[in-house]
């Protein structure tokens, strides 16, 4: 008996071994990946970025970082890793130089580290994303392509163009008359240029689509509080407040929330 269980465990433990080399394991099929699909969450992170450097929550070195890594992360695609599974022993392996790998980091980093400037990173750089030039190539060649010409009026609006930027705002809106991140892109230059109630039509759109969105509300408070609707203003942030908690903008928000309500005798 003991020498059949000997012989069972052993067969076991053959199979689990051999197994990685004798049976084929396919993935299951995925659709492929569409590069809009980054384009377009780049471009609504992006967005919020600009909304916490409207309202002072972060460092301009950190903006710069971070808008780099988004920009690199939309137009700059990995490829695919259509391998199959590693075998067990190549997992082990790999776990092994992994193991050494941090030990040597635990050891050196620290050191590195301590020897950097104020707020360089320690890796080095984050690659730049794609230049203003490049968009524009993009947006002209695809003239439909929507989160491209996206990304290029964000990027104009970043580099002060507003002009130029509600002019491809409008475009957007010309093929997509209901796209959210053009209205709410157009109505946020509009504010910044003192155009208020020209905002406040864009901001109506959004908010009779999506009527709890934390973007258009922040915006439309903002508008109303610059027209010195504080009622209006209060209203609106009443509501954002509630649903924008975790926004860029709230930190902004609160001390022009608690100013309109002061002015309004609340």
Do not use: C
């Amino acid at each position: 008996m003991t020498i059949a269980l000997f012989l069972v465990f052993l067969a076991l433990g053959a199979i689990a071994v051999l197994s990685p080399y004798r049976v084929r394991r396919l993935r299951w099929p995925t659709d492929p990946p569409d590069a809009r699909d980054d384009v377009a969450r780049a471009v609504s992170s992006l967005r919020d970025l600009e909304f916490a450097r409207a309202a002072g929550t972060i460092a301009p070195a950190d903006y710069a970082r971070l808008r780099g890594t988004l920009e690199s992360g939309a137009f700059n695609r990995a490829p695919a890793d259509a391998r199959a599974p590693a075998p067990v022993r190549t997992l082990l392996i790999a776990a092994l130089i992994a193991s050494v790998a941090a030990a040597v980091a635990t050891v050196t980093l620290p050191r590195e580290a301590g020897d950097r400037a104020p707020g360089a990173p320690v890796t080095g750089s984050v690659p730049s994303g794609p230049s203003l030039a490049s968009l524009e190539a993009r947006a002209k060649a695809s003239p439909r392509d929507i989160p491209t010409q996206l990304a290029l009026a964000d990027e104009y609006a970043q580099e002060g163009r507003a002009r130029d930027a509600i002019a491809t705002y409008q475009a957007v809106l010309a093929l997509d008359k209901d796209s959210v991140p053009a209205l709410d892109g157009l109505a946020l230059i509009l504010v910044q240029s003192n155009e208020n109630d020209g905002a406040l039509v864009a901001l109506d759109r959004v908010l009779a689509l999506r009527p709890r969105d934390p973007d258009a509300l922040f915006i439309k408070g903002l508008a109303l509080y610059k027209k010195q609707d504080w009622k209006g203003a209060i209203d609106v942030w009443t509501i954002y407040l509630d649903v924008g908690e975790f926004h860029p903008a709230a930190d902004m928000v609160q001390p022009l929330y608690a100013d309109a309500k002061s002015r309004l005798g609340k």
